[in-house]
């Protein structure tokens, strides 16, 4: 019999604020977190915006040691499992380490972390590169360091499958837990590439929005107008236990994991099927594994990006999916306030679904003005909407054609 898996810690960083109730309150009353970089000076680039977390101190997680040998995306990482392990209350110790692992994404690593020691060996030589550059950087530091702080020395593994990294990282977590491999998962995933290389790269593939006159307004997912995706950066961490293990300890529950699903474009190697032949499959995986009916889902936190040509596939694959009931159902993109974390993204996306279950109010597309007629569903526009959620999914789509969904349901004992 497969074990049953609930979500009952929430830490995140984003573009809206650190912390969880920040975010939370920030995404229900349409609040954007996109603006100019300051990060560096963007005049060179065609876009000059992005989403940048403003409110966080390392040193409010870190050592200062830590702050100056980790990349930043380490840190956003670190914190919000923090957060979301003070919240749980699960404790580590020698009876049950071995039974508590950590699972990360990310997509990129630590790119500025990287752009940095390049610079110092351009300008100084190779003796002047820190040795912690390479354990600083890569991307399984995260669970890695996160492990490190809370002594769990269950399963520890980190991917790399671009903008769904985070996505697989629950999905494969709460897999490990039904299955009973670990009791617990630290889970989610990070990202923090607003930087020179990363921006300039983006910007050659002309996949990122222009409307650098107005940032506030630049991610419109589903939008007619819309005209690329804005970067963002941040962290959402989630701990994931078998249920009996966290009723044992008497801790509040957010919501139960109930299914996953992911699948393959094999298509290109940046843009989606425009059929969302992919992400058809994705979600009707995700449900199978949940054991529900397409008619069962109340909303999806939409992979939604801003870009022509996602925005528009997902919503064929939706459509596919669900039939009739594709019209019945509530979408959103959050990326329209946070911009698109990358990797980060399934991390983040799936603590604003866990929260919508749980409080009864799914967050709006914001800066939705003109409908777009390839994309006519649902969308939540520019306004939260309250509502009873029996079942809701995440999407996350990368880079290569990977896919993957998961299904979150309000708890029942």
Known sequence: MKRRVVVTGLGM????GTGVQKNWNAVCSGKSGIGTITKFDPSPFKSKIAGEVTDFNSRDFLTKQQVRRFDIFIHYAVASARMAMEESGLK??????????????SGLGGLSML?????????????RISPFFIPGMIANMAPGLIAIEFGAKGPNISVETACAASCHSVGESFRLIRDGIADAMITGGSEAVVTPLALGGFCSLKA????????????????????????????????????DHALERGVPIYAEMIGYGMSADAYHVTAPDPEGSGATLCMKAAIADAGLKPEDLVYINAHGTSTQLNDAS???????????HAYKLALSST???????????????????VLAIKHGVMPPTTNYETPDPECDLDYIPNTAREGSIKAAMVNSFGFGGTNASLIFGAFEA
């Open 13 to 16: 960083v984003t573009p809206l």
């Open 92 to 105: 580590i110790d020698s009876h049950n380490a071995h039974r508590v692992g950590c699972f990360t994404g």
């Open 208 to 243: 990122l929005s222009t409307r650098n006159d107005e940032p506030e307004k630049a991610s419109r997912p589903f939008e007619r107008d819309r005209d690329g995706f804005v970067m963002g950066e941040g962290s959402g961490i989630l701990i994931l236990e078998e249920l």
């Open 314 to 324: 997902e919503t064929k694959a939706v459509k596919a999916v669900f039939g009739d």
């Open 115 to 127: 752009e940095h020691y390049h610079q110092i060996l351009i300008d100084k030589g190779p003796d």
């Open 335 to 353: 990326k329209s306030m946070t911009g698109h974390l990358l990797g980060g993204a399934g991390g983040v996306a799936s603590i604003y679904t």
